[in-house]
Nanobody, 125 residues
Framework: QVQLVESGGGLVQAGGSLRLSCAASGRAFSTYAMGWFRQAPGKEREFVGAITWSGGSTYYADSVKGRFTISRDNAKNTVYLEMNSLKPEDTAVYYC??????????????????WGQGTQVTVSS
């Protein structure tokens, strides 16, 4: 069992930056692939990016590629989402998710077993 708690959301102007954190409790965090998803009002949840259990590989949605960076610190049981050059269309609730998986992390929410409560990111124009 893994509990996930996101933090770091807030209000930022377009072009600004935020760093989200996702702290995990429970055992064997380093065996979990981690994903970030987001959901804007009236829209479906969408994949943002993911990182393998080791942190050796990352994957991103085309909409955030080159602007967002995912990293993890297994010693701290934490995964990060660094967001730069933010746009108003990045406004959403951001969720981290965990999946006990050794391979390529999935891009579908259904592939993940544990979810955080979400943190709001609002980008003003």
């Amino acid at each position: 069992q893994v509990q996930l708690v996101e933090s770091g959301g807030g209000l930022v102007q377009a072009g600004g930056s935020l760093r989200l954190s996702c702290a995990a409790s429970g055992r064997a965090f380093s065996t979990y692939a981690m994903g970030w998803f987001r959901q804007a009002p009236g829209k479906e949840r969408e994949f943002v990016g993911a990182i393998t259990w080791s942190g050796g590989s990352t994957y991103y949605a085309d909409s955030v590629k080159g602007r967002f960076t995912i990293s993890r610190d297994n010693a701290k049981n934490t995964v990060y989402l660094e967001m730069n050059s933010l746009k108003p269309e990045d406004t959403a609730v951001y969720y981290c998710a965990a999946r006990r998986w050794w391979g390529v992390p999935g891009t579908r929410g259904a592939e993940y077993d544990y979810w955080g409560q979400g943190t709001q990111v609002t980008v003003s124009s």
